[in-house]
Structure formats: structure tokens, C-alpha cells
């Protein structure tokens, strides 16, 4: 905050800062936003000035039978590929932070490395290691490779949650005869809560968002929604596309909202403890 004493060079430096921070901004956000009015538009192409207001493109992407087909792929493996990445970052996490042996350090980079790998090397090897067992072009390759991609952020916010953690508790629920997985779901379960959301919501948007693996693994049959774009943007570039993006950016906002909440949540609970 600018003190009311500060000098001119400090008041040049506090205005200089926020407008170069408004430019970094509008320089990320607006190409999203100018997505969103063509979504609307009446011509059949992706252009501006727009002609006239139409929810044309929106009846296309729930009549048009490779659409609804994209977006099923994508409810069913996403969901999946969310709730294995939850369940196996979770319990690395714990193990992670209550365990202490050689190449922890290790283990811990190995686990987060999707997040940093480039995700065309992650393709190519998944493709490789999936290929002998049969899982290319399977429903069950496709939800195992996107729940690796989305492990290392469950991992991250659930490990995060845990440095708070009063592990005295779970050594109270044991003395007073609980047994380890009564203690779990009792006791660490609901004060973890929040992280293990929180890393699901990102889970699903990066397995919700993937086309790069997925071009890799899946077979024309399994396209999700972000392939089905992406086709659509090499062969025939339609207004449909700036629907789905429109709609893909409203799950993304509500998804920030809701981490964002949970993480006022986690920070009342903190205080409170």
C-alpha cells in the first residue's frame, strides 16, 4: 500500500509496477476473452465485427454426433483418470511426509516430474510402455495416463495441506483404540480434505484439457474434447470450436472459484487449530 509520505520516485515505482502488471495481464487474458463474443457469432466464420448474435454454434455442439461423442469420452475417462489420481497422490503424500528413508528426495521429484517433463516426451514414452500390454487405444490406457498427469498436483497440494498437520492427533485416535483405518478416514481424511480437492480440481482440468497424450493412446473412437478441437482446428475451423472454448474457460473459472473457497476453508481450519 502507498504511504501517504512517500516521495515521487516511490509513488513512480508503486503506479509503474501495477500498470506493467495490468499490461502482463491483459497481454494473457484478452486472447481468451475475444474467444468468447465469437462464440456468439452468426457468420460461419471466426472474424470480427461480428454480423449479428446467435446460439447457432451451441445447437451444433449438442446436435452434431462427433461433439457429443468427444464430450462423453471426456466425462468418462476425466472423472476416472481424477478419482485414481486422488486416491494414488494421497497416499504417496502421507507416506512421503510420516515416512523418512533413502532417496525420498528422489522418489518426491519422480513423482511430480509429469508436471515439468515436456508432455510430448511423456506421450511418446507412455506410448512405448503402453504398446506390449495392449492399453493403446483403450479406455483403460487412456484413464491410467491421464491420472499420471494428474498425480503430481494432488501430490503438491496434498503434502502442502500436511505441513500443517498436528500428527499428535492420529497418535491420540490410536491410544484411545481406533485402528489405522478408522483413523484415516476419522481423523487425517476430513483435515486433508481440502488439498485432496483441491489437487482433484486440477487433476481434472489437466486431464479434461490433454491432447497430446491422448493423440498419442487413444483411437479415433476415443477422441475426447480437446482432440475433437483439435481436429477441428486442422481440418475445418468452425465456430463450434470458440463454443467449446467458451465453455471450457466457464469450467475453468468456476473450477479457480471453488480451490480458491476451498483454500479459505483450509486456512480457517488452520487458524482455528
Do not use: C
Not at 516426451?121 to 484413464?143: D, E, H, K, N, R
Request: proline fraction near 7%; glycine fraction near 8%; hydrophobic fraction near 55%.
Amino acid at each position: 500500500m502507498l504511504q501517504p509520505y512517500a516521495s515521487p520516485v516511490e509513488r513512480a515505482w508503486y503506479y509503474g509496477m501495477r500498470g506493467l502488471v495490468g499490461l502482463i495481464l491483459a497481454f494473457l487474458f484478452l486472447p481468451i476473452l475475444v474467444i468468447v463474443p465469437l462464440s456468439f457469432n452468426a457468420d460461419s466464420f471466426l472474424m470480427y465485427p461480428m454480423s449479428g448474435f446467435s446460439l447457432r454454434w451451441y445447437e451444433e455442439f449438442a446436435t452434431s454426433p462427433a461433439w457429443r461423442q468427444a464430450l462423453m469420452n471426456s466425462l468418462i475417462v476425466s472423472p476416472l483418470a481424477t478419482l485414481l489420481a486422488m486416491v494414488l497422490g494421497t497416499l504417496a503424500s502421507i507416506g512421503l511426509v510420516r515416512a523418512e528413508f533413502p532417496g525420498k528426495a528422489l522418489l518426491t521429484a519422480v513423482l511430480i516430474s509429469p508436471m515439468v517433463v515436456p508432455v510430448v516426451v511423456i506421450g511418446v514414452a507412455m506410448y512405448i510402455f503402453f504398446a506390449p500390454l495392449g492399453l493403446t487405444g483403450s479406455y483403460t490406457g487412456l484413464v491410467l495416463a491421464h491420472a499420471i498427469l494428474g498425480v503430481p498436483f494432488v501430490v503438491t497440494t496434498v503434502t502442502a495441506t500436511l505441513q500443517g498437520f498436528d500428527f499428535n492427533l492420529v497418535r491420540a485416535a490410536s491410544s484411545l483404540g481406533a485402528n489405522p483405518l478408522t483413523t484415516f478416514f476419522r481423523v487425517t481424511l476430513p483435515m486433508v480434505a481440502p488439498g485432496i480437492i483441491s489437487g482433484g480440481l486440477f487433476a481434472f482440468a489437466t486431464s479434461f484439457d490433454e491432447v497430446v497424450v491422448t493423440l498419442f493412446l487413444a483411437s479415433p473412437e476415443q477422441a475426447t474434447l480437446p482432440r475433437q478441437m483439435f481436429a477441428g482446428i486442422r481440418e475445418n475451423i468452425s465456430p463450434t470450436i470458440a463454443a467449446v472454448a467458451t465453455m471450457l474457460i466457464t469450467l475453468s473459472v468456476l473450477m479457480l472459484l471453488t480451490m480458491e473457497v476451498l483454500r479459505r476453508r483450509s486456512e480457517k481450519l488452520r487458524g482455528s487449530g
